[in-house]
């Protein structure tokens, strides 16, 4: 049972336009969620995170957008750079007696066209 | 200078065997994890340690006993591998608190035959 679906496996973007990751959660009590990229045979790394009181949160060229009515995620990056071409993660977080658990997605396939 | 490091990289092996997967981490934290991720590219969780006890255990076969023998190690041992253990496992640490981020490392390949 997919709690975190990315329905989108791969994306492709013209370098400096924008690019829009979607991810869909299904239980209201996530309370943080995240977004890691990951190249090839490396570990996934940290991007950009929001709580759930917030709908917005901007660091440089990337935003993560949370409606939490619709249960929805987005990763906007913009403008997009060759290097952005990555594997995109999202991940939403549950809290049980103080211990954090991260549950992913299936991860989309980012490519940025020169 | 590696925050999370793992070893081996690569592992290959036959079906049976007993195989260790080690983890060490320099950035002081206080909670680290296996995951694993499978032919179909799900990251899940397997295990979790803090402060070198285990808190979380994800349905996991017994064959996989984690160690953690001080802070900055997690070790991930399998017993009697099974083809289907064939994944990448990741190790990862993360300072206590309520919204730092997981750090993780290179993964491990596992490949059993």
């Known amino acids: 049972d997919q709690q975190v679906k990315q329905n989108s496996p791969s994306l492709s973007v013209q370098e400096g336009r924008i690019s829009i990751l979607n991810c869909d959660y299904t239980n209201s009590m996530f309370d943080y969620f995240l977004w890691y990229k990951k190249y090839p045979a490396e570990g996934p790394t940290f991007l950009i995170s929001i709580s759930s009181i917030k709908d917005k949160n901007e660091d440089g060229r990337f935003t993560v957008f949370l409606n939490k009515s619709a249960k929805h995620l987005s990763l906007h990056i913009v403008p997009s750079q060759p290097g952005d071409s990555a594997v995109y993660f999202c991940a939403v977080r549950s809290t049980n007696f103080g211990n954090e658990k991260l549950t992913f997605g299936t991860g989309t396939r980012l490519t940025i066209i020169p | 200078d590696t925050a999370v490091s793992q070893t081996p990289k690569y592992l290959v092996t036959q079906m049976g065997n007993d195989k260790s997967i080690k983890c060490e981490q320099n950035l002081g934290h206080d909670t680290m994890y296996w995951y694993k991720q499978d032919s179909k590219k799900f990251l899940k969780i397997m295990f979790s340690?803090?402060?070198?006890?285990?808190?979380i255990n994800e349905t996991v076969p017994n064959r996989f006993s984690p160690k953690s023998p001080d802070k900055a190690h997690l070790n991930l041992h399998i017993n009697s591998l099974e083809l289907g253990d064939s994944a990448v496992y990741f190790c990862a640490s993360r300072r206590q608190g309520a919204y730092n981020e997981q750090f993780f490392g290179p993964g491990t390949r596992l490949t059993v035959l």
């Open positions: 340690y803090n402060n070198k006890e285990l808190i």
